[in-house]
């Protein structure tokens, strides 16, 4: 039956605390990783050419529709199939990338779309060049509506993490599950695991609607 | 070896793996529509104590992984004395995780019927219940019809996770035929165009036609 053993939660709470860490890391390069591409995926749906659209837009899909860690294997056993060798971090940051990659994209579409098109016909009208148009009148409109999406996914990618562990990257599932394996110890392992990502998720997601409104207040959109 | 010789000699445990796949998405399906329902209606009680308990269940259940929370179904509870065997696990675990996340659309969804309505049912003394039934849920119904879409697409993918305790899903025929070939590409190649193929020939098909069914019973079309 149920013995929560607190002398050996002290005990392993380092490690994971330190693989913590880990999953951060994983979590935020990611991250970094999906912002860019996803915006490379969303501006190549945006071109004129219907071939490039097409393209990003079924690749968008494909990689939406399937399961993300079908994909880290996928990254890391078919690479060195081509003679290039990845280290799982590697291999991981890349799947765990474009997986999000794909969800951003999605999010940067929706909020150049909520821009009206009059905004684009006036800078049109007062011959505004291309950055300009975007960084001056086009951005500071859509970020405000896609930062809950971006939010969202920044909260998603650090709770995908563990599907890393699959591969061997020592992140905070992976740890536990060599805590397990020695000790057969997986009631306070585990217990301890679910409760350091409420930990993180739950705190991250308030201050994320707190930057949110905040954002909103300071492009004047709201109140 | 040509695809289609690969396709020829393993192409059949792709199928059974699909199978299974199938297998654990229906329950999990079932599941993860029940359960919002539930808790989505609870999450909108006036009840402090009703409400916390439904805020508690899917906050845990959005602030944690999929992944955790099938480990701790699979290995914790059973010192609980609740044993469940992997494919009831698996479903489960998939079931209540993305049944948080339906509670929330659910919420929604019954929020933004306007409010003119719940008024029009309280002038025509209609029950809570009754209100509820026949006027404000088929409404949300409608709403909320398009994010089950996507959330079920979500629920497609988590399924592949089972295969990590052992289910023989798609995802494990994928692994072992990659295991015991070495063909890594073409293995879990086929697994992701089997697994787009249901995502957009199968749920996707279906959630258009259920989405133009409630339109057409509801009048709207």
């Known amino acids: ?223 | 070896m040509s695809y289609w010789e690969f396709l020829g000699e393993y192409g059949i445990r792709f199928v059974s793996g699909a199978i299974v796949t199938a297998e654990q998405t229906v329950p999990a399906s079932a599941l993860a529509i029940g359960i919002p329902v539930v808790f989505g209606l609870m999450r909108l009680s006036r009840s402090f104590v009703i409400r916390s308990a439904a805020i508690a269940y899917i906050e845990f259940f959005r602030g944690t992984s999929l992944l955790v929370q099938l480990y701790w179904i699979f290995f914790v509870l059973p010192l609980f004395g609740l044993t469940l065997e992997k494919f009831a696990a698996g479903f489960i675990a998939v079931g209540m995780n993305l049944g948080a996340y339906g509670a929330e659309v659910v919420r929604g969804a019954i929020r933004s019927v306007p409010h003119g309505q719940t008024e029009a049912a309280i002038a025509l003394n209609l029950s809570p219940a009754t209100r509820m039934r026949r006027i404000i849920l088929p409404q949300a119904l409608l709403i909320m019809l398009p994010p089950w879409g996507n959330l079920l697409i979500e629920l497609l993918k988590g399924t592949a996770l089972v295969s990590l305790i052992s289910v023989a899903d798609l995802m494990f025929a994928a692994r072992q035929v990659n295991g015991s070939t070495f063909l890594s590409a073409q293995a879990f190649g086929t697994a992701l165009i089997v697994y787009y193929v249901m995502a957009r020939l199968v749920v996707t098909p279906a959630m258009r036609a259920t989405e133009r069914v409630m339109a057409s019973r509801l009048g709207r079309t």
């Open chain 1, 1 to 223: 039956m149920l013995d929560w053993r607190w002398d050996f939660a002290f005990e392993v709470l380092p490690r994971l605390l330190l693989a913590t860490l880990n999953t951060l890391m994983a979590a935020g390069l990611g991250y970094g990783i999906a912002l860019v591409v996803g915006l490379v995926f969303a501006l190549a749906q945006r071109t004129r050419y219907r071939l490039v659209t097409a393209i990003a837009r079924e690749s968008v899909e494909f990689i939406r529709s399937t399961p993300l860690v079908l994909q880290i294997f996928f990254v890391f056993y078919v690479f060195p199939q081509f003679g290039i060798r990845l280290s799982p971090w590697t291999a991981g940051m890349i799947a765990i990338g474009l997986h999000y990659a794909s969800y951003l994209s999605e999010v940067y579409r929706g909020g150049l779309e909520s821009v009206p098109r009059g905004q684009w016909e006036a800078c049109t009208a007062l011959n505004l060049g291309t950055a300009r148009t975007y960084f001056r009148i086009i951005v500071p409109q859509a970020l405000p509506p896609a930062l809950p999406g971006m939010g969202n996914y920044l909260v998603g990618i650090f709770k995908d993490t563990p599907m890393l562990s699959v591969i061997g990257v020592a992140e905070l599932m992976h740890t536990a599950n060599a805590i397990g394996s020695e000790s057969y110890r997986f009631l306070e392992t585990y217990t301890m695991v679910g409760l350091l990502f409420l930990l993180i998720s739950l705190p991250a997601a308030a201050g994320l609607r707190a930057f949110e409104a905040w954002v909103r207040r300071a492009f004047g959109l709201s109140r």
